[in-house]
């Protein structure tokens, strides 16, 4: 980053590989420019206020799971279970409203207020993650398989939650006092969508997070080398756990905010979604073996991916074709990426060279 | 110029001819304008101190590296080797220092892989495997079965597989990098009339080794490296070790260490009954108990795998499976976490910059705070300008060379990198530092000021433990050496008294009578068996 810095400083003398550099590190901004003015001119109706906000409630949905997976990603590991934790979250969620807690032993059932049930639903999210960070820091299992269990745990109990079955009208009744929880998928501040401003308090939080904190440093020192991250008194462990929580917290708040749109809880809900969300940190320039990538990355990848597809629809591409372009530019990003990353080793040898 | 005219005297052929090879790592020169001759049918032996570029020279030839420049030269046509398959197609071998062998497969399949034999091209031919299997072991004198799985096999047999393997491929070239290093003496015996025949045959052997008077016994031609470049090349029957050991080094190296004496302050450091234990039995760091005082440059020498950096792993708080008590200033140390023990003032410079020491996708800064962040912290964030106050220092007081501190760590060189990495350590503000083999693998300038920073740290109070294997940088630097050997500490001298016909028989301590027993401790360890880190 500072050497985006240092390389601003020095414009008056940019060299032509500095140039070739620079255009390659905002390669992912550029290929959204390029996407949104291809999409304006092919499509009257692309770049119309109405159009660009369902645009970005979906952006946000994919950048939020995003910002998760980014922290997971960073430290070198994967997180597949976020889909189903946000199908899962958005049942509990939806149950609680619907169904509230009940207590049998008593003969009561307690309808707790709409402010609680999305913590609740935030904390089942924070531990659906600490169970997968235990199981791959504690029994030393590898990510991609530890979160694929979960993957299918989290599926099979939202799905068992209701026995398949949605939760349909969650507006909760005035008489319980559970009522207000749509207020978060429709309400608006300052015209822009509640869960817009939901993706940039985050993206903004862990942003700084990865950047400013000790916390943010050891999660990419984890990524770089995690034996000297341990050797150097980092709590290796303790931090992959953290980020795990973060993304199921993310996911669960991503539960919360679909099922707060449609007003109803589906057990299938979130299916995919974190191929979404491992695409979105891939074209955001982070790196699979962790180490290297970024926050802002992925929440302009998460916008390519979103004004891709939306994109795509608004052109009438059918579906079939959008798969096979998605796929496409998701493996040319990472082979672009890789480009970068040997013009850059190179770059660095070069000026250490001129210094000798 | 004497060089040149050595080669035209000499009558035996040159088989393989590497010209001008330089290869450029980012951050080192491994190899820099690199002549070397391999004469057919002779023993040609390469030899030079770590890091001096034999095994990247080797590896070039046997299509494992490319070089960045020069040319090879196969019975005086260019060749390109560009992998190792296209190596084996001209008839070169390599019978590598690290075991290549695949542990989960038996003997035979390791000795054929990628080269299976096949009927009709398609199945393999088990029963002609193992015939050729089982004649090269009887070649080399070994009862092993060909169908035992290799990671069922001692460290010595797995070279021996090694051996048959590279053997069992026609070879003209064949490439030994420290084939003893892991053999008996009887073994050494039988590989050394194994490599006679095969000089009988016309083969070419080359022959990489420490081992300097075994060198001289088995070699015809002898050819040296020092810091990536060829020193000299000579018969072997005209040069004697005193010759290769000045050639290996070159300038006198007590040269590079200036002692500078220093008043000692009082304890600082008490260990009382470390021990770590091994798997299988025995231990790996064996009741050991010293002290070290303010000051003070301990000296710890001995063989590897004598459990000297497995003794600075377990001080650091990384083996909770070990035992022992430590006092540090007059205190004993509860603490049992890496981070807590940093906290108390204990640092660790570790033996392999690169897989320890290291995250080499940061930047020089972010490397060096990377263990003292909670000194920059402004509240719960990190102040950039703490920060680079800290670094800036470092990078000064160390000399650093790097284009600044947000340069990419991986593009500075061994010696500057192996600088960040102290700076990390000293950032903690510790009181004990312990350098494991501090001076491995960079070139002598950086080695004198490693020194240099050594002397300095000392002089203002540190208590420093250093880990080396080189005898000569040990007995110039330590006010005390002590000696271990199979876990123990086999020997303590103080400046005064140590030399290095001593400390070399205290290394050897509880080896039995011969010297290259040494490794039949580890021998036992089997291949597969994870972190099975020989502490080289």
Redesign the interface.
């Known amino acids: 980053m ?2 985006a810095e ?1 390389t601003v400083s020095n414009r008056s003398r940019l060299s032509g590989a500095e140039i070739q550099q620079l255009l390659l590190r905002a390669r992912a901004f550029i290929a959204l420019f390029v996407l949104v003015i291809i999409f304006s001119i092919l499509s009257p109706t692309f770049l119309t206020p109405a159009n660009i906000v369902i645009m970005s409630k979906h952006v946000a949905i994919n950048a939020i799971l995003g910002i998760g997976m980014t922290f997971v990603i960073l430290t070198g590991g994967i997180d597949l279970s976020v889909g189903s934790i946000v199908g899962l979250c958005a049942m509990i969620a939806g149950g609680l409203i619907n169904e509230g807690i009940i207590l049998e032993m008593f003969g009561v059932v307690v309808y707790p207020h709409v402010w609680t049930i999305m913590l609740m639903t935030l904390g089942a999210g924070l531990l659906m993650g600490a169970v997968s960070g235990l199981v791959i820091t504690r029994f030393n299992v590898a990510p991609f398989i530890a979160t694929l269990g979960m993957l299918y745990v989290a599926r099979g109990l939202a799905l068992l939650r209701s026995n398949g079955n949605t939760f349909a009208n969650l507006v909760g009744r005035p008489e319980l006092g559970n009522t207000g929880f749509p207020v978060l998928g429709a309400g608006n501040f300052l015209g822009i969508n509640y869960s817009i401003w939901i993706m940039i308090l985050f993206a903004v939080v862990a942003a ?1 997070v990865t950047q ?3 916390f943010g ?2 999660v ?2 984890i ?3 995690e ?9 290796v462990n303790r931090v992959k756990v953290l980020v795990y929580m973060i993304s199921g917290f993310c996911a669960a708040m991503v539960g919360l905010i679909i099922s707060s749109q449609l007003v109803a809880a589906h057990p299938a809900t979130g299916t995919f979604f974190e191929l979404n969300a491992i695409a979105a940190v891939v074209l955001g320039g982070t ?1 699979l073996s962790g ?2 990538g970024s926050i802002s990355g992925t929440i302009i990848g998460a916008f390519v991916i979103g004004v891709l597809t939306d994109g795509l629809i608004g052109l009438g591409v059918s579906s079939f074709w959008q798969q096979v372009i998605k796929g496409a530019v998701i493996v040319l990003a990472v082979i672009i990426d890789q480009l970068q990353a040997r013009l ?2 190179r770059a ?2 070069q ?2 060279q ?3 | 110029m004497n060089k040149m005219a050595q080669r035209a005297d000499s009558a035996d052929a040159i088989v393989l001819r590497a010209e001008q090879i330089t290869k450029v790592f980012p951050g080192t020169i491994a190899l820099d304008k690199v002549d070397f001759n391999v004469y057919a049918g002779k023993v040609n032996v390469l030899v030079g101190e770590n890091g001096a570029g034999k095994s990247t020279l080797m590896k070039i030839l046997a299509g494992v590296e490319r070089a960045t420049s020069g040319k090879l030269l196969l019975d005086g046509k260019v060749i390109d080797i560009h992998s190792p398959h296209d190596a084996a197609e001209h008839g070169i071998g390599i019978i590598y220092q690290e075991m290549n062998l695949f542990p989960n497969l038996n003997v035979t399949e390791n000795i054929f892989m990628a080269h299976e034999k096949v009927t009709n091209g398609i199945v393999i031919d088990r029963k002609e495997q193992r015939r050729v299997t089982q004649s090269l072991l009887d070649r080399l004198e070994q009862e092993i079965d060909p169908d035992e799985s290799v990671s069922n096999l001692r460290i010595g047999q797995q070279q021996i597989v090694e051996i048959a393997k590279a053997l069992a491929q026609d070879v003209r070239i064949l490439i030994m990098d420290e084939p003893t290093s892991a053999l008996s003496a009887s073994e050494v015996d039988v590989l050394f009339g194994v490599i006679r025949d095969l000089q009988a045959e016309g083969v070419a052997v080359i022959y990489i080794s420490h081992k300097l008077d075994e060198l001289l016994q088995i070699g015809n031609y002898v050819t040296v490296l020092r810091d990536g470049k060829l020193m000299a090349e000579r018969p072997a029957d005209e040069i004697d070790v005193s010759w290769i050991i000045e050639q290996m080094v070159g300038r006198n190296p007590a040269s590079l260490f200036h002692y500078q004496a220093r008043e000692l302050g009082g304890e600082l450091l008490r260990v009382e009954n470390m021990s770590l234990p091994r798997l299988g039995g025995g231990f790996t760091v064996d009741h050991v108990s010293f002290t070290l005082r303010r000051g003070e440059i301990l000296g710890i020498y001995g063989l590897m795998g004598a459990g000297r950096s497995e003794l600075f792993e377990s001080l650091l708080g990384l083996h909770p499976e070990g035992s022992g008590t430590v006092w540090l200033d007059g205190e004993e140390v509860k603490a049992s976490t890496i981070r807590q023990r940093i906290q108390l003032g204990m640092t660790l410079v570790p033996e392999d910059r690169q897989r320890e020491g290291l995250v080499q996708s940061m930047s020089v800064a972010d490397n060096m705070v990377l263990a003292s962040l909670k000194k920059y912290l402004n509240g719960f964030y990190l102040s950039r300008r703490k920060e680079s106050a800290s670094v800036d220092r470092m990078i000064d007081e160390m000399s650093v060379k790097t284009a600044g501190p947000q340069q990419l760590i991986s593009a500075l060189s061994g010696g500057n990198q192996q600088k960040v990495v102290v700076a990390k350590s000293l950032l903690t503000n510790p009181q004990v530092l312990l350098l494991d083999e501090p001076t491995r693998g960079i070139d002598v300038g950086a080695k004198a000021e490693i020194f240099e920073i050594m002397n300095r740290l000392a002089g203002e109070g540190y208590g420093i433990i250093f880990i080396s294997s080189e005898l000569k940088e040990v007995l110039a630097m330590s006010d005390r050496i002590l000696v271990m050997s199979k876990g123990k500490i086999t020997g303590e001298f103080s400046r005064g008294e140590a030399g290095e016909e001593a400390l070399v028989a205290a290394s050897a301590g509880g080896h039995g009578p011969s010297a290259r027993r040494s490794h039949e401790g580890e021998a036992e360890r089997p291949v597969s068996s994870f972190r099975s880190r020989s502490s080289r």
């Open positions: 500072s050497q240092a700084f400013r904190t000790p440093r050891q990419y020192a990524g770089g080398n034996r000297a991250a341990e050797l150097s008194g980092v709590r790196s180490g290297r850059q080793e660095a040898l000026r250490q001129q210094l000798a």
